[in-house]
């Protein structure tokens, strides 16, 4: 009998009216609470205390528990004898209720850890259904073990504790439920193709339902995502399945999560999601600057990357590397079309560049070695997008950042990069190298007529340059001149006429490519005048720095405005270089912060190492930059030189060169700067002075008068008397008029 027990266990009845449904193999009270579940597949009403509960050692009969029949469909509970209510709050009413004649399911019980074969016998001890304890696992302590579905070998853990004692069970198909079984996508021809698996996992049939897809770049701005809805009206029965496929147009390369929706009544109730990766094509992002070499000025190392591809470029699960290893980028960012971002080892990054956020942090940095490294970065698939190998022939200095000059360049070339020691990362790298351009070694340069004006032309940018016209422009008028099609580095010389195309004095030229901006050099020329533009007017040499006298030199200027730049001013043996311009008739020459004066700031000019002027005069020259002699005078020992009293000349617009036109100042402050001399005489000019009587007598004469018959006007007296020995016995100064009118008269008690 025992034998022919082990066989019917072994005889699995697929058609059989009573099968097993639900276990509680570990109950939290093993004397009470283990249950057996069955369900009546059958049409037919079975009594089920015909029945028998088994296992390989011991046969117990089902009993009433108070119930013994089992209608179709209907849950049955076969409970232990000992039960003691725990699951009545889960068991519907109306259950059917049986237990067993023994006190024990089996030989021992539900083992929740032997694993034992368990079969349901009907009345003639043949197998109506079995399951074997512990597969294909093991509930955890309180959850049961479940059928999927009646009628198929299908068995998981309840979802909830206790189980689903009387009731469709927790694991088991709803009577309509959708699923989402499998959201794929491919990129191919710049598109992303979207494949979604729809399954009806419940009982009934579905004619109509609602899905889409979001394309998600990572949480990118709304211009980088986007959400698809579509209603789908075909019939699926229970257990069938549907393939939809779709397209979407790439908004980015990189990374792209694809996150497909079923929706019932405007709520999602199943999402799924996949990753979609658009490779990035070689050099669709470049390496525009990096720091390998540290110190006070770059406390951490960094990579600059530009973007050239023509879609924005999402950098999750792009490769960072060197040539000893590679990082997984693990954070979002996008880096949009012609836009800079950073790769940097720590955030002390911060420290040296605070206002720069553009940065990514991966979780390991490859540390760029000194000498010599490779900085790659790869696709996920492990295709290179850029790739720059640096060495020791670079001759990287230490504390200092790279840059490339310009995106446009081949960034893999050494000769396109430039050291810079403050860096410019995030934003756009700014070098005096162009892409097309042309210079002048002649730049800032200054001719005179005694040169030869040869002006050359080199082309000193990366790109090969077409034919192009070269204008020569002075204030008189141009000249143009064809320069052929040029290589980088090639050279041109220009002979340009001078003859006709500059004025005395110096001028600003300038050489230019007109409407390109490709070129531009502007230098300057002097032409000599045919008469000196300017002489000396007046020198003050010994000077009272106690009456807020200073030392200077003044120059009458005839043909304003005059640029003195590259003249020479020679006091005795020392020589100073002057610069700028004369805009008013008299110019006073002095040392820096020195005024001498109460005279406006626009007369005055000072100059950079002004000589000192002794106090018995000096040989002075002013030379032109042709190395001419302007003007000169020698006034050493000069006989007028006397303290707080400047010399003054005494004619206007002529050479200083003789000393008898030289007199000291008779002006009240000893001195003139900056205006007309006070011994001025014009020449030519009438000029005549009548004292009455020749012969002074006092006592006897009452007054001195005068009479001045002058076109200059006289607003000064200077009065000196002499006794018969020829002593100077009175000396009267005094301002006598207050206006410059000629043909004056007036006494003198």
Known sequence: MQKLLLLLLLCYRIDAQIIFNEFMIDAEDENSGEFIEVINTGNNIVKLTDYYLCDPQDTDAVISFPDSLLAPGEFGLILDPDYSGEYDSLIPVGTPRFSIEDSRFGMYGISNSSSKCFAILEEKRETADSYTTGTPLWPVESYTIERFIPNEGIWLQSLYPGGTPGARNSIGPKDRDLKLYAVECSYNENKITIDIVIENTGLEGIST???????????????????????????LQGGDSCRFSHSSTIVNKGSVRIRAFLAAQGN?????????????????????????KTGDRFGTEYVEFCSRADLPVQFMDLQFADQTGAVILDSSYILYPDSIMLIAASPSFYHDFPSVDNVLYPSAWRSL??????????NPSGSIICKLRYDSDWSIPGDCAMFLTNIELDYRDPLNWEVTYTGSPGRKNRSS???????????????TAGDT???????????PLEEKEVLFRTARGSETFILPASEPGDTFTFYPDTAEMFFPGTQSCELFCPDTGILYSEFRYYYPYDNPPCYFNEFLFDHLPEYGQTEFIELECNDLPCDLDNWILRVNNHERSLAGRLLECYTVLTAEDEHPGNIPRDKIMAVDGFPVLPNGGALCYLYDPMGRIIDSCDLRGHQDLLSGKSLEKQYGSISSGHAGIWHASVSPQGMSPGQRNSISILPGYRDQLSVFPAVYTPGEDEKI?????????????????????????????????????????????
Do not use: M, W
């Open 209 to 235: 339902f609602n899905y889409g897809y979001i394309v998600d770049t990572y949480g990118a701005g709304h211009d980088l995502c986007d959400t698809l809805h579509y209603q789908a009206g075909i019939p």
């Open 369 to 378: 070695n000194n000498q010599g490294d490779i900085i790659s970065l790869l």
């Open 268 to 292: 999602i109730r199943d999402t799924l999601k996949c990753n979609c990766h658009i490779p990035l094509d070689p050099n669709d992002i470049i390496i525009t600057e990096f720091v390998c």
């Open 453 to 463: 004006l040869s002006l050359s032309v080199i082309n000193d940018g990366y790109f």
């Open 705 to 749: 008068a005068f009479n001045i018959d002058s076109e200059n006007g006289l607003s000064y007296c200077e009065l000196i008397c002499y006794n018969l020995a020829g002593q100077e016995i009175i000396r009267f100064e005094r301002s006598l008029f207050h206006s410059h009118l000629p043909g004056s008269t007036g006494t003198v008690k």
């Open 433 to 447: 190298k162009k892409l097309h351009h042309l210079s002048s070694p002649e730049k800032n340069s200054f001719f």
